[in-house]
């Protein structure tokens, strides 16, 4: 019984000695480090440090484009049929339809912009 209980004081100590050399939290990722694939090229180099301003400013430009994207393929969707308060019970073909509607207009409006070769 001597023994189990050394054992478990020891246990007790040792976890209680790491935890003392725990980090305290994890480190969250940095700005550009959480940034999308599809961020702008305003990305300094390197080398370069960027002031907190610089890269609220970036932030806030990655916000709004997305926030635009978002906005103008819903309203794409919209136009090709889509309610989002509207009748859901084919909610999926619905959303579907319309996207496909959406990119097929988007395909045809890019052709039609394309020179003729």
């Known amino acids: 019984m001597t023994q189990f209980r050394a054992a478990s004081v ?10 003392l ?4 939290a994890f480190a969250q990722n940095s700005a550009q480090d959480s940034a999308p694939a599809a961020a702008p ?6 080398g370069a440090s960027m002031s ?3 890269l609220k ?6 916000r709004k484009a997305a926030r635009a ?10 136009k090709n049929g889509y309610r989002l308060t509207g009748d859901q019970t084919n909610y999926p073909e619905n959303l579907q339809n319309a996207e496909r509607k959406a ?13 003729a070769q």
């Open 10 to 19: 020891v246990l007790a100590v040792s976890i209680g000695i790491a935890l």
């Open 21 to 24: 050399h725990a980090p305290a």
């Open 41 to 46: 090229a305003t990305v300094a180099p390197a």
């Open 52 to 54: 907190r301003q610089d």
């Open 57 to 62: 400013a970036q932030r806030k430009a990655r």
């Open 69 to 78: 994207k978002r906005n103008a393929d819903l309203s794409a969707i919209e």
């Open 103 to 115: 990119a097929d207009q988007k395909k045809g409006a890019a052709g039609a912009s394309s020179p």
